[in-house]
């Protein structure tokens, strides 16, 4: 039993590694950046990936909801962001990568917020 321990949880811990890569990495489409407008209905500060929901106006007058979100409280913290950064109602600006499965969810880069300022998320300089 004592030599079959050390194979098991080798095993254990192979078998970990895709489960961990998945919820380590965003399946969006990083050639093409996607830009909305909207007006955010709800921001959840929430580990492990703060969310916002955003109304977006389409040109015909329809209103889609797309969700927009960020990495870790605390890498968006060192990026400027708290849990006031965004409220219901404001209007802002968000660029980044939609899912691969062309559902309304973006993993942020930057935003512009409506006072002008832009903060970035995973984005760089």
């Known amino acids: 039993m004592k030599r079959l321990l050390p194979a098991v949880l080798l095993c254990l ?6 489960a961990a890569w998945a919820h380590h990495r965003w399946s969006v489409n990083m050639n093409v950046p996607v830009t909305v407008q909207g007006t955010v209905t709800d921001f ?11 109304d977006v106006t389409l040109d015909d007058g329809t209103v889609e909801e797309w969700q927009i979100g960020g990495p870790a ?12 950064t965004v409220k ?3 209007v802002i600006t968000g660029t ?9 969810i973006i993993r942020l880069e930057r935003v512009m917020l409506g006072d002008g300022r ?3 998320v995973y984005a760089r300089e």
């Open 88 to 90: 219901p109602g404001d």
């Open 96 to 104: 980044g990568f939609q899912f691969l499965d062309g559902s309304k």
């Open 118 to 120: 832009e903060l970035l």
């Open 13 to 18: 811990a192979v078998l970990s590694v895709p």
């Open 44 to 54: 959840d500060w929430s580990n492990p990936h703060p969310m916002m929901t955003i």
């Open 73 to 84: 409280l605390n890498r968006m913290e060192a990026r400027g962001w708290n849990a006031d």
